[in-house]
């Protein structure tokens, strides 16, 4: 593959490659009958959005439409997505990136209610798995991005190198996705990414700008995908109600509100893996890391 300068990883990228895995979306009838599917563009970026705070309001109706026109924006990668949306807050940025970096459980649980509500993870199509072969590809050809950078893209919290990345066989999807998007939006300015915009949304004279591009189509590793579940304290003592096998392990519920500097969260992680069209279950050990606590949950 021949590296091309004109294509770069930033937020609008991500984002724009990160629509193509919706789940599916419900057709223009059903949109005139009244029907929400809740997986608009705008609604899709409020939820990747966050990732990065959870306590971001629910827009106002009268002002949705100017959250639509900066969404819009910020996927062609002319701005950093306004106001509302915390891609251009540099407090914001640099409170998520130090939380990937130390409070990594936590943060990774929001990437995982992120794709649960977002993304067909799983699908027949093959949706997620077309979704990350894309970004390993955008990153191989990004040569911006130095063989030596790094991305928190391992479930445990570590990193990979650019070098190791784009040979890896086995990704798992949420761990994956938070680390290239922690990288996209802390790491390169959003404008960067309007020429790899426009060369897969061409111009339509005016018309919603539709994507026509086919990268990851051909990327030539087979990746096979792991799923990651995390199950939060009260997800745990419900199943340590039911029968032996369906236990994993019991996640520590001390009160996260009480010495938080020393608390640590246990974790359960299922690793579902998919690929050569074959499928199994892994059940691994749960990791421990450090978490503070006091985190609402997204929509609450």
Known sequence: MTKNENLRLCGGTFFTLLLEARKQLLGANEHYAGKKDGLTEYETLIGLARVIRSDLATPMPTEIKTIQGNASEYKKCKNAGGGYFPFGDKTALRVFDERVKNEYVDTLRKMCRFVEDFIDAGGDIKKDELLVKALVELISLDNCIDDSQSFYIKEDGTTAQKKELINMKEIPLQ?????????????????????????????????????????????????????????DCDTAENDANGSPEDVIVEADCEDPYQNKEKSKQQMVFNFNVTGNNNSFIQHVDSITNNYYGGQKKDGE
Request: with cysteine.
């Open 175 to 231: 761990s994956f996705l938070l680390g290239v998007f922690h990288y996209s939006v802390c790491s390169v300015d959003n404008v960067v990414g309007a020429e790899t915009f426009d060369s897969w949304c061409p111009s339509a004279g005016g018309a919603k700008r539709t994507y026509k591009g086919d990268i990851g189509a051909d990327w030539p590793v087979d990746i096979k995908l792991r799923y990651i579940q995390l199950e």
